[in-house]
């Protein structure tokens, strides 16, 4: 298993995936923070964590970068000598899902550092109470953790979805046209919602899912996905 590890690893140092995603994650984490704290005035406690706040930022380019990476092999019609390296697909995919989502836990840091970087100093100019320790272990231990579930969420898609195109277009349109749509329905169903989920357990304030909420919710999404990615991928051929 260790091994498997290894060459998972080695795959996402030696490609230019990571750094692609990792990039896009940086820009977008310091447009959100200029953003939110130059033109939104954050005055109280909650709007100047919801301003350091990398979970909602972090959610859908790391959710596409576990599925890019677990469609790779399928794309590149490589997965064939993987299999053959290690027969057991249960394995192979668990080790995939460490590696990524061990690489996105790695860019959650990276990206903390950035919007504390950029955010505490434009945070020192505004008026309002200051932020507290429990508030800074929220949003640095809730960014790493949203980087690192939503990895493995895109891994779990890729899976089970096994074609890149439909899985990165279908993601998309479930997060950033569906899931809107999710209150409009029922407000219980809002509470499952992905993207508000990872808002959530990155610090930001919610009205709709506790903390602990966002966490379940996010893994219950991981858990089902990669379970019946699993079952579906043990029946069908490798090509």
């Known amino acids: 298993m260790i091994a498997l590890v290894r060459g998972e690893m080695i795959k996402v140092r030696t490609t230019r995936t990571a750094l692609g995603f990792g990039v896009a994650a940086v820009l977008l984490v310091l447009a959100v923070a200029l953003i939110t704290i130059l033109a939104g005035d954050p005055l109280t406690v909650e709007q100047k964590r919801d301003a ?32 053959l390296i290690s027969p057991h697909r249960g394995r192979l995919t668990f080790a995939r899902l460490i590696a990524y989502v061990a690489t996105a836990a790695a860019m959650g840091v990276a990206m903390v550092i950035v919007a504390l970087a950029v955010g505490l100093p434009l945070l020192a100019d505004q008026p309002g109470p200051e932020l507290g320790t429990s508030d800074y272990v929220r949003v640095i231990g809730g960014g790493i953790l949203t980087a690192a579930l939503c990895a493995a969420l895109g891994v779990a898609v890729g899976v089970l979805v096994r074609n890149q195109v439909a899985g990165v277009v279908g993601t998309l349109v479930w997060l950033l046209i569906l899931e809107p749509l999710l209150p409009l329905i029922d407000d219980v169903l809002a509470k499952g919602s992905i993207l508000g989920s990872a808002a959530t357990l990155g610090g930001a304030s919610s009205d709709e899912v506790s903390w602990l909420g966002a966490l379940l919710v996010l893994g219950v999404w991981t858990g089902v996905l990669m379970l019946a990615g699993l079952l579906v991928d043990s029946r069908r051929d490798v090509e």
């Open 52 to 83: 350091l706040n990398v979970g909602g930022a972090l959610s859908v380019p790391l959710l596409l970068f576990g599925i890019v990476g677990a469609t790779g092999e399928f794309r590149h019609r490589t997965i064939a000598p993987a299999v």
